[in-house]
């Protein structure tokens, strides 16, 4: 099992940045693929970015391609997103997930482990 904590939300203008960050307990984090999925009010929960076991696969949604960078540090059981240009429309609840196989998932059914989120807010 394992447990996530986000961080790095906050209130930002657009065309900013911010970088958020998971943090995951236990001693198998390597074991997990990770994801950061975005939930907007009165919208469904969507998948944001994911990478792999080894951090050495990434996959983005079409609409954060370019601006958003996920990675990971397997040493210090870390995953971050690194959000650039951002727009209004990027205004969520961010989490971070853990899915123990070795997908690339793109839908939240497949991660069995969530954090609490972290808000983002992006001004116009």
């Known amino acids: 099992q394992v447990q996530l904590v986000e961080s790095g939300g906050g209130l930002v203008q657009a065309g900013g940045s911010l970088r958020l960050s998971c943090a995951a307990s236990?001693?198998?984090?390597?074991?997990?693929?990770m994801g950061w999925f975005r939930q907007a009010p009165g919208k469904e929960r969507e998948f944001v970015a994911a990478?792999?076991?080894?951090?050495?696969?990434?996959s983005y949604a079409d609409s954060v391609k370019g601006r958003f960078t996920i990675s990971r540090d397997n040493a210090k059981n870390t995953v971050a997103l690194q959000m650039n240009s951002l727009k209004p429309e990027d205004t969520a609840v961010y989490y971070c997930?853990?899915?123990?196989?070795?997908?690339?998932?793109?839908?939240?059914?497949?991660?069995?482990?969530w954090g609490q989120g972290t808000q983002v807010t992006v001004s116009s």
């Open positions: 997930a853990a899915d123990p196989s070795i997908r690339l998932g793109v839908s939240a059914s497949v991660y069995d482990y």
């Open positions: 236990g001693r198998t984090f390597s074991s997990y693929a």
């Open positions: 990478i792999s076991r080894s951090g050495g696969s990434t």
